[in-house]
């Protein structure tokens, strides 16, 4: 029987473990040959970076094989081409799998899927296999008790309570620390539904997160953490709220953590660093604190928190919300494409300009190109328009005529090009406006069809057009200004 998994991107820290063991996937895939498969570890869920741990190229017979070097049970995230799916992992086991190229059960995406993986042969004593198990007896116990006639009376809390000591009776011999944590902070997700006769939060804080020790490595456990504590800044009390932005105003991580501690489910001192990490993340791209000094407070964390992995994930936050951002340096590119001059993001210096990236294979894109012509004809001269497309499937004649007779720059890449990578595309068209100094001015930009507040990019092009203008017209007037200098 195969055993099914969808994909949830959470938490995999990385917590101190000797010694490592290989664990060895093989498997087979559909429509993927010639192509490269990874196999990621997400290295925290604050911040959502993830680290490339192995690859390998789909042979002819569409099969593939990789090692990866393990020291403990660990969630491995398998990409290929756009397709994403992943596994659960233990050193020294070896996993057989099937990875579709697209999702029978859902409609398909040619901008990226989340698909099941098949399991060829999967043993009871695996972790996946006790986590589907388990996860089947949850699904089933709420399809029968979670209603709402239940929630709104004591059955509901009787039948929870059973259903807690058969867990409990049921998986007391295991000894697998990642699959206790992962079963415990199901349970505590469930004592978050609400229902007659509930846990209060500081009795779920106290029962569940107080002296339990933080499991960086579990999902479930990380998952709850952070949906317990979200916008915590605003959940305290409006005393803590108003020290909170004083601390913030001041750079102080000190005062900042003494504000936190005030509240009773902020005791712990681990939890509360990890919790002002996540707090400052989730305020960052609001106008409620200077952005200035929240990267000061990270910084400062980064550098002399009292917890190793908080440093850690203070580090990857502050690197997660400037690395991209606006006013930031242009992440640099080389871009060969058959062509004898390399294209580098320095060749694009003293000219402002707007990247667009396209899936030919989406009508969206077409669509969009044809509304960015006359952006061009009026702006071209002031931007500087670049296309990139890309070329992960062959494009027909139609597509590729198309597509060469754009009127501007334009660069047929492979989705496997460090450009998209480097500047996080996950989806298409998207767009990147840099500046004529190399630094970000919008990221993600407009495009040229109207957004939420029924604006284009012709609106930022036209002050950009304005201000050079203006510059110019300032410069002129300083030179003949000049002449009659005096000096």
Not at 58 to 81: A, G, N, P
Not at 437 to 445: D, E, I
């Amino acid at each position: 029987m195969r055993h099914y998994f969808h994909l949830f991107i959470f938490i995999l820290f990385l917590s101190p473990v000797f010694g490592q063991k290989t664990t060895r996937i093989e498997g087979v895939t559909t429509g993927f040959v010639g192509r490269k498969i990874e196999f990621y570890l997400i290295q925290d869920y604050f911040s959502y970076k993830d680290s490339l741990i192995g690859e390998a190229i789909i042979q002819k017979d569409s099969s593939f094989q990789v090692d990866l070097s393990l020291k403990r049970t660990e969630k491995i995230l398998i990409k290929c081409h756009k397709n994403s799916g992943f596994i659960y992992a233990n050193p020294g086991s070896t996993y057989k799998i099937s990875l579709p190229d697209k999702d029978p059960y859902n409609a398909y995406r040619p901008q990226g899927n989340k698909v099941e993986i098949a399991f060829l042969e999967l043993p009871k004593t695996d972790i996946n296999f006790k986590i589907l198990e388990f996860d089947n007896w949850v699904n089933d116990f709420l399809g029968v008790n979670y209603n709402r006639k239940m929630t709104s009376s004591l059955a509901f809390s009787q039948q929870l309570d059973t259903f807690k000591l058969n867990v409990d009776s049921y998986y007391k011999a295991d000894t697998s620390f990642f699959l206790k944590t992962y079963i415990r902070y199901t349970i505590a997700s469930l004592d978050d539904i609400n229902f007659v006769g509930a846990k209060s939060r500081i009795d779920k804080y106290l029962f569940y997160l107080s002296e339990f020790p933080l499991a960086y490595s579990n999902e479930r456990y990380t998952s709850y953490l952070s949906l317990f504590y979200k916008n915590i800044f605003a959940v305290v009390s409006t005393d803590i709220n108003t020290k909170i932005y004083k601390s913030i105003l001041s750079s102080s991580p000190t005062q900042l953590m003494k504000c936190l501690g005030r509240d009773a489910t902020l005791r712990n001192s681990q939890i509360r660093e990890l919790v002002a990490i996540q707090g400052i993340s989730e305020v960052y791209n609001g106008k409620d604190y200077p952005r200035t000094n929240m990267v000061t407070i990270l910084d400062s964390i980064a550098r002399f928190g009292l917890y190793k992995s908080n440093r850690f994930i203070a580090k990857r936050i502050i690197e997660r919300l400037t690395e991209l951002a606006p006013g930031m340096k242009a992440p640099s590119f080389e871009i060969t494409e058959n062509s004898l001059d390399t294209i580098r993001l320095t060749t694009y210096n003293g000219k402002y300009v707007y990247f667009q990236f396209v899936d030919p294979m989406l009508k969206e894109s077409q669509k969009q190109v044809e509304l960015l012509k006359p952006l061009y004809l009026k702006y071209g001269n002031t931007i500087r328009f670049v296309t990139i497309i890309d070329v992960h499937n062959e494009l027909d004649k139609e597509q590729k005529a198309y597509y060469s007779s754009i009127p501007w720059e334009k660069h047929f890449l492979h989705y496997n090009d460090p450009i998209f990578k480097s500047y996080l595309i996950k989806s298409f068209p998207s767009y990147v406006l840099i500046d004529d100094v190399g630094v970000l001015h919008s990221y993600p930009a407009a495009g040229p069809i109207p957004d939420g507040e029924y604006e284009t990019v012709e609106k930022v092009f036209y002050t950009i057009k304005r201000k050079i203008e203006v510059d110019r017209l300032n410069k002129e007037k300083s030179g003949f200004d000049d002449i009659y200098d005096d000096n």
